[in-house]
């Protein structure tokens, strides 16, 4: 259904090429990325509760996995603080969305939903603090979200 293109086979042949020595490389460095802070906070427990700060000799700053790079960073509080940013901003738009009664705002919560979702997504594969490409994106969202609360009517 999908027109054959040279930019669709390019996409088709990333997305099935599985057992490439590129695919092995890129595929480790996520888990390696969400793993590793877990196993040195197992070893120094003492920084499971507020992470080892900026602590750049130590760890990477082009971190693959947006979750393990902040609870090494900022350990289990600020990782559970991330995790309600995102789930938050989930359930309010999904919530504003069931109770929009123009197709506009309809449009516009499921639009910061699916912007919510995606950002909890690609949080596994990269580090979009430091996207700025995306990171606009998600901000945008989370402003929209709360100047829509701020400035709540009833009319839509």
Same mark, same amino acid.
């Given at each position: 259904?999908?027109? !054959?293109? @040279?930019?669709?086979?390019?996409? &088709? $042949? ?11 490389? %890129? ?6 990325? =969400?793993?590793?802070? *877990? !196993?040195? @906070? ?13 602590? !750049? ?7 693959? $996995?947006?979750?393990?790079?902040? *609870? ?22 999904? =919530? !504003?969305?069931? +109770?929009?009664?123009? @197709?506009?705002? +309809? ?8 912007? #919510?979702? /995606?950002?909890?997504? *690609?949080? #596994? ?5 430091? +996207?700025? +490409?995306? #990171?606009?994106? /998600? #901000? ?11 400035? %709540?009517?009833? &009319?839509?």
């Amino acid at each position: 259904i999908i027109p !054959k293109t @040279a930019v669709n086979e390019q996409i &088709e $042949n990333r997305l099935c090429d599985t057992g490439t020595a590129s695919y092995e490389r %890129s595929s480790h460095a996520r888990v390696r990325d =969400f793993v590793t802070p *877990f !196993k040195r @906070a197992w070893n120094k427990p003492g920084i499971i509760l507020l992470g080892m700060g900026p602590a !750049k000799d130590v760890m990477r700053t082009d971190s693959h $996995n947006e979750y393990g790079w902040l *609870f090494q960073r900022y350990g289990l509080v600020g990782l559970i603080l991330y995790i309600m940013l995102i789930y938050k901003g989930l359930k309010y738009s999904l =919530f !504003k969305y069931g +109770q929009a009664r123009s @197709a506009e705002y +309809q449009i516009l919560y499921l639009s910061i939903a699916c912007a #919510m979702l /995606n950002w909890a997504i *690609f949080c #596994m594969a990269e580090n979009i603090l430091k +996207q700025i +490409q995306l #990171m606009p994106l /998600n #901000m945008i969202a989370l402003g929209l979200i709360g100047e829509l609360e701020m400035g %709540s009517t009833n &009319e839509h």
